[in-house]
């Protein structure tokens, strides 16, 4: 009989090979998004646009583990990439000691941009799970598919979708708020 330990493991290693190519999130994809969401929501907190990030790690016969979080901070620190994918990506490479992403898989609130999008495949991230599609700038399918390009060496697999209302109401609840304060009603 096996340890329950083991047992669980087992279900988070068929749970994650049945999301590969499934379009439907499944109970870990949803706890990590929520994380992710989590992440947002402090970005709201202190001003910055609300994008949370979470890079989780798949190891064979281990429970899924979270390897960093992050959330955007472009404002906080006066950087154009410091977007939350790259501050999480940034984290997750020195924590375990390699750029290559190879069993981690990203969750992030919003569509990347072309800037995240080009760093996941480079850090060879396994998935790539998004929430709200971003019209403006997302390279995920909206205005480029880049993971989805033959012509790179690694190809993140997608899911998208995944708790997208939350992400987009967040945005739309910061952007109104912003113009409010703006305005000085
Ligand atoms: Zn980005």
Same mark, same amino acid.
């Given at each position: &009989?096996?340890?329950?330990?083991?047992?669980?493991?087992?279900? *988070?290693?068929?749970?994650?090979?049945?999301?590969?190519?499934?379009?439907? !999130?499944?109970?870990?994809? @949803?706890?990590? &998004?929520?994380?992710a969401m989590e992440e /947002?929501?402090?970005? /709201?907190?202190?001003? #910055?646009?609300p994008v949370g990030a979470?890079?989780?790690?798949?190891?064979? %016969?281990?429970?899924? *583990?979270?390897?960093?979080?992050?959330?955007? @901070?472009?404002?906080?620190?006066?950087?154009?990439?410091?977007?939350?994918?790259? =501050?999480?990506?940034?984290?997750?490479? #020195?924590?375990?000691?390699?750029?290559? =992403?190879?069993?981690?898989?990203?969750?992030?609130?919003? #569509?990347?941009? !072309?800037m995240c999008a080009g760093? =996941?495949?480079?850090?060879?991230?396994?998935?790539?799970?998004?929430?709200?599609?971003? !019209?403006?700038?997302?390279?995920?399918?909206?205005?480029?598919?880049?993971?989805?390009?033959?012509?790179?060496?690694?190809? !993140?697999?997608?899911?998208? %979708?995944?708790?997208? @209302?939350?992400?987009?109401?967040?945005?739309?609840?910061?952007?109104?708020?912003?113009?409010?304060?703006?305005?000085?009603?």
């Open positions: &009989m096996k340890m329950t330990k083991t047992v669980s493991a087992d279900a *988070a290693t068929s749970e994650n090979k049945r999301s590969a190519n499934a379009s439907e !999130p499944t109970q870990f994809d @949803q706890y990590f &998004m929520n994380l /947002a929501r402090r970005a /709201a907190a202190i001003g #910055e646009v979470v890079i989780v790690r798949f190891s064979a %016969g281990a429970e899924p *583990a979270v390897v960093s979080t992050s959330h955007n @901070q472009r404002e906080s620190l006066h950087d154009p990439t410091a977007h939350a994918e790259i =501050l999480a990506l940034r984290a997750a490479g #020195e924590k375990l000691g390699n750029w290559q =992403l190879i069993d981690c898989d990203l969750y992030v609130t919003l #569509e990347p941009c !072309p760093a =996941l495949i480079n850090a060879r991230i396994r998935r790539i799970i998004f929430g709200c599609r971003d !019209p403006k700038a997302g390279a995920v399918g909206s205005l480029y598919n880049l993971p989805a390009d033959e012509r790179f060496n690694h190809r !993140p697999r997608i899911l998208e %979708g995944v708790q997208a @209302q939350d992400a987009s109401r967040l945005l739309k609840d910061f952007f109104t708020a912003r113009r409010k304060n703006r305005r000085g009603d």
